[in-house]
């Protein structure tokens, strides 16, 4: 369900998308400036407890920030599923595939262990961005190699 940023939810002050960026780890070494211009670029996005965010082999649209709530992975199809990694958290990033030129689907469901609110840009927009401002690229990236480094390397010790 997409919620309209300049004012908040019954009884909530509107989400300043700047600062929900700035918080992130992964957005950690931008600029003020190029979170001011990321910022509008992103829509919010909740979704129920127990619903999925994405499905294993679905195309990889859009990229996440998590702002409220807990997601899980999955790999597996029907009942033959298994954990693909750690829960994250608020703050985190997920998604990437959809900023991988050649990554087309995506390898994992996700799933909300809790009600969750997100961040959601189009990977094709964010693609579009890195390419006028190489700067953004540089940073994307290299929190992206971190990112899918750690992420293997989870996997691979169990």
């Not at 997409?2 to 957005?27: H, K, N, Q, Y």
């Not at 996005?45 to 990889?60: C, F, K, M, T, W």
């Not at 595939?97 to 262990?113: H, K, P, W």
Request: glycine letters at 10%; a negative charge.
């Amino acid at each position: 369900m997409e919620e309209d940023l300049s004012r908040g939810s019954a009884g909530t002050l509107p989400l300043d998308v700047a600062t929900v960026l700035a918080g992130s780890g992964f957005f950690a070494d931008f600029t003020s400036e190029q979170l001011e211009s990321l910022a509008p670029r992103f829509r919010v996005v909740s979704h129920p407890q127990g619903s999925e965010i994405y499905n294993l082999g679905d195309r990889a649209v859009d990229f996440y920030v998590l702002v409220e709530g807990l997601v899980s992975f999955t790999i597996g199809r029907g009942s033959r599923q298994a954990s693909a990694g750690e829960v994250i958290r608020g703050g985190e990033v997920f998604g990437w595939a959809a900023v991988v030129e050649r990554a087309q689907r995506r390898i994992a469901t996700a799933y909300c262990i809790t009600p969750c609110k997100l961040l959601v840009i189009d990977g094709n927009e964010f693609l579009r961005l890195m390419d006028q401002d190489h700067s953004v690229g540089y940073h994307v990236m290299k929190q992206l190699t971190f990112l899918i480094t750690g992420e293997l390397t989870a996997f691979a010790s169990g």
